[in-house]
């Protein structure tokens, strides 16, 4: 079971930027899809973007033109470059793959 460790998330202002981290115990070139979702609170969590193997890109209509999902092979390691926050961006940000899950970054972004 591949272990997926978050970081980056903090407390931004309105119109500001973070990059979220997600490291893996192994390689994930290995799997098809990576994926961010997001769980804000009182409500279910959603897919905010996923990166293929092949590097096709597909964002939640709320995020696009102010996500960007990548993702390094050599480090394990995919990202959310996530600019234009809103302070309805606040959630707590979870990076997966098939049925793993990492621990969640808390994204607070205030008006």
């Known amino acids: 079971q591949v272990q997926l460790v978050e970081s980056g998330g903090g407390l931004v202002q309105a119109g500001g930027s973070l990059r979220l981290s997600c490291t893996a115990s192994e390689s994930i070139s290995r799997f098809n899809l990576m994926n961010w979702y997001r769980q804000a609170p009182g409500k279910k969590r959603e897919l905010v973007a996923t990166s293929s193997r092949l590097d096709e890109k597909l964002y939640a209509p709320s995020v696009k033109g102010r996500f960007a999902i990548s993702r390094d092979n050599a480090t394990n390691t995919i990202f959310l470059q996530m600019n234009s926050l809103k302070p309805e961006d606040t959630a707590v940000y979870y990076c997966?793959?098939?049925?793993?899950w990492g621990q969640g970054t808390q994204v607070t972004v205030s008006s």
């Open positions: 997966n793959t098939q049925r793993n």
